[in-house]
């Protein structure tokens, strides 16, 4: 019933020439199938090529970050509507924007109604960490980050949200978490959260992903598990020969 999605976090990586580089790999190795979307996020200043390289091609093309304001004197900044001329998702919440920029609940919140404003898919990323799983605390502090991230949001079509589940200590660690675990996280705690603010039926519509050391090696696992709907990955989007490893497991 839902989609997979594998979308390719490349973080700060890759000049406009490597970018379409690898982008051309993966349109040649994509081709037009449709049983699986796919999105990239690169950095802010390769979309705009990327957006003209990808135009008969399935690839979805995603923002890392918007700012939560509209428009006017924020010096760095890019908005939702900028992004927006050349994507249909944005990641938001993400662990090293919350952990490195000091970003909140309260602003991931801003940034979502921002992104919604302008039609572009929020993927919101939610997680633990390894002292909190230890402590027993995941499910307390995936369930506020949900319930904060998400306060007030008006989603008239569940297909307008993404969740990426991301235990914090598994992102770039090598250390991925177990599929059953995740499956399990997500079907106890994720939609059961989701449901409470919006009901079971959009809940259950809406796609969850999992990330943290996602490879080809061990994609199929998460991706048999009913309540995974596909990955958010990091290091392996970087290569075109993983990257699309990765999609083939969903088949
Ligand atoms: C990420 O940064 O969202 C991520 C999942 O990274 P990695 O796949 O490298 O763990």
Same mark, same amino acid.
């Given at each position: 019933?839902?989609?997979?999605?594998?979308?390719?976090?490349?973080?700060?990586?890759?000049?406009?020439?490597?970018?379409?580089?690898?982008?051309?790999? /993966?349109?040649?190795?994509?081709?037009?199938?449709?049983?699986?979307?796919?999105?990239?996020?690169?950095?802010?200043?390769?979309?705009?090529?990327?957006?003209? /390289?990808?135009?008969?091609?399935?690839?979805?093309?995603?923002?890392?970050?918007?700012?939560?304001?509209?428009?006017?004197?924020?010096?760095?900044?890019?908005?939702?509507?900028?992004?927006?001329?050349?994507?249909?998702?944005?990641?938001?919440?993400?662990?090293?924007?919350?952990? +490195?920029?000091?970003?909140?609940?309260?602003?991931?919140?801003?940034?979502?109604?921002?992104?919604?404003?302008?039609?572009?898919?929020?993927?919101?990323?939610?997680?633990?960490?390894?002292?909190?799983?230890?402590?027993?605390?995941?499910?307390?502090?995936?369930?506020?980050?949900?319930?904060?991230?998400?306060?007030?949001?008006? /989603?008239?079509?569940?297909?307008?949200?993404?969740?990426?589940?991301?235990?914090?200590?598994?992102?770039?660690?090598?250390?991925?978490?177990?599929?059953?675990?995740?499956?399990?996280?997500?079907?106890?705690?994720?939609?059961?959260?989701?449901?409470?603010?919006?009901?079971?039926?959009?809940?259950?519509?809406?796609?969850?992903?999992?990330?943290?050391?996602?490879?080809?090696?061990?994609?199929?696992?998460?991706?048999?598990?009913?309540?995974?709907?596909?990955?958010?990955?990091?290091?392996?989007?970087?290569?075109?020969?993983?990257?699309?490893?990765? +999609?083939?497991?969903?088949?």
């Amino acid at each position: 019933m839902r989609k997979p999605l594998i979308a390719g976090n490349w973080k700060m990586n890759k000049t406009e020439a490597e970018a379409i580089s690898l982008v051309r790999k /993966l349109i040649q190795g994509v081709k037009s199938q449709t049983s699986v979307d796919v999105l990239l996020c690169p950095p802010f200043t390769s979309l705009s090529q990327l957006h003209k /390289l990808l135009v008969s091609s399935p690839i979805l093309l995603g923002a890392q970050n918007i700012s939560e304001q509209k428009a006017g004197a924020y010096t760095g900044e890019i908005s939702a509507e900028m992004a927006g001329e050349f994507c249909s998702h944005v990641l938001l919440g993400h662990s090293e924007r919350r952990a +490195i920029f000091h970003e909140s609940d309260e602003l991931i919140n801003q940034k979502i109604q921002s992104a919604l404003s302008v039609d572009l898919i929020p993927v919101l990323c939610v997680g633990e960490l390894l002292e909190e799983r230890e402590s027993g605390e995941a499910a307390n502090v995936i369930s506020r980050q949900l319930q904060a991230g998400l306060k007030g949001i008006h /989603l008239p079509d569940p297909e307008k949200l993404v969740i990426a589940y991301e235990p914090i200590w598994a992102i770039g660690s090598g250390k991925s978490a177990s599929a059953d675990d995740t499956g399990s996280l997500i079907g106890g705690v994720i939609r059961p959260t989701l449901a409470g603010i919006w009901g079971d039926d959009t809940s259950q519509k809406i796609r969850v992903l999992y990330g943290g050391s996602v490879n080809p090696g061990n994609a199929r696992g998460f991706f048999s598990q009913s309540e995974i709907d596909g990955a958010l990955v990091g290091g392996a989007s970087l290569s075109a020969d993983k990257f699309l490893g990765i +999609i083939e497991q969903t088949f």
